[in-house]
């Protein structure tokens, strides 16, 4: 199907959220991403510094996104490329931004909600902590929280996961007032992230794929 269809059905399953939706081309060609461009998105996510160079190459006036884990021998190619890091997570990538990033760089603090062994992230009680440490840091400016839910079918569950870190966030921007964004939600479950509150949805195989 062409991206301009598969965007139609997503909006449609979003009914009144509206979200930014992140086409995330970490799957397909240039070509591809160029049709979703002109379907009318904006923003494309990549998780491997070869994928998003390629992409924004193609796509100059586009808005990037880093979703993927990012090394830190990798920082210096990577963080004056992008717009977005949502992948903030671990506190040591926070010394090598600061020393490479050439202004302040927006990112999300990436959670691992149900403490699963097989995803990064901070657990959601530590991330307060995280986020007071990140103060000293003037290139991390964090923006908001990302997580990536289970792959689960359990809708009740999956809806207290969103839930929580929708809770996090509302606690957070009370002393963090910047921090105020929610990038959930992928092909599998984006309209329930979004009903639950997300600000960004990360879709890839329904959008593009
Ligand atoms: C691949 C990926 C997505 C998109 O996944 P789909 O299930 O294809 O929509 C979203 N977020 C992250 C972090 C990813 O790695």
Redesign the pocket.
Known sequence: MSVKENLEHIKNELNTHQPTI?A?T??VTIERAKEAYEAGITHF?E?RIEGLLEKKEALKDATFHF??TLQSRKVKDVINVIDYL??FDRMSLAKEIQKRARQPVKCFIQVNVASEASKHGFNIDEVEDVLASLQAYDKVQVIGL?M?APHIDDELVLTRYFESLRALRDKLSKTYPNCTELSMG???D?ALAAKCGATYV??????V?
């Open positions: 992140i995330v970490k799957y996510g998780n979703i993927g949502h992948s990302m990536m992928m092909s599998n984006f990360r879709i890839g195989t329904k959008l794929g």
